[in-house]
T-cell receptor
């Protein structure tokens, strides 16, 4: 069964550094998402992306965050200047064109900001 | 998105059925009910979704109350692999609002 893959599985970075989290969504999917989960807390929506632009974003997704689909297969989340509170699991997800179709999540990148 | 209420935790024995309840009393007429689960150290995994009628798939069944204010996820024979946090979400589609979910423990 096709999977969403995320790399790296664990990223350690220093406060103030830029970090790029990478995702390869399922190949025929059209909608792409980032979610995050701070340790011990709920899974939170960050952003959705369709047709090469952001379709919706949460309050968490401020100017420090950006997303990009640089080619036909990758979907990236960039954090420009990481803060300690950005430490979390970041999950990428994708779905096909149907508005009611399920989201397929990757297994996440654990970001640790020191 | 309508708020959902789930028990914090439930326990089951292996190979027994499990009924996971969810209340969504403020659900609107067009909101779907989605269930996802999250196994330890993994991303959320889609389980099932429905609107009004009961739904079955290879993983589970979803029973939706006639007034749509509550639903029940049914795992017909729990296995150890079903131990996870189960999330009931109404509305949402791509933008899913996860609550704390129900931690399901399955005993051998």
């Amino acid at each position: 069964e096709p999977e969403v893959t995320q790399t790296p599985s664990h990223q350690v970075t220093q406060m103030g550094q830029e970090v790029i989290l990478r995702c390869v969504p399922i190949s025929n999917h059209l909608y792409f998402y980032w979610y995050r989960q701070i340790l011990g807390q709920k899974v939170e929506f960050l952003v959705s992306f369709y047709n090469n632009e952001i379709s919706e974003k949460s309050e968490i997704f401020d100017d420090q965050f950006s997303v990009e689909r640089p080619d036909g297969s990758n979907f990236t989340l960039k954090i420009r200047s990481t803060k300690l509170e950005d430490s979390a699991m970041y999950f990428c997800a994708s779905s096909d064109g149907d508005a009611y179709s399920p989201l397929h999540f990757g297994n996440g990148t654990r970001l640790t900001v020191t | 998105d309508a708020k959902t209420t789930q028990p914090n935790s439930m326990e089951s024995n292996e190979e027994e059925p499990v009924h996971l309840p969810c209340n969504h009393s403020t659900i609107s007429g067009t909101d779907y009910i989605h269930w996802y689960r999250q196994l330890p150290s993994q991303g959320p995994e889609y389980v099932i979704h429905g609107l009004t009628s009961n739904v079955n798939n290879r993983m589970a069944s979803l029973a939706i109350a006639e007034d749509r204010k509550s639903s029940t996820l049914i795992l017909h024979r729990a296995t150890l692999r079903d131990a996870a946090v189960y999330y009931c979400i109404s509305g949402g589609y791509g933008k899913l609002t996860f609550g704390q979910g129900t931690i399901l423990t399955v005993h051998p």
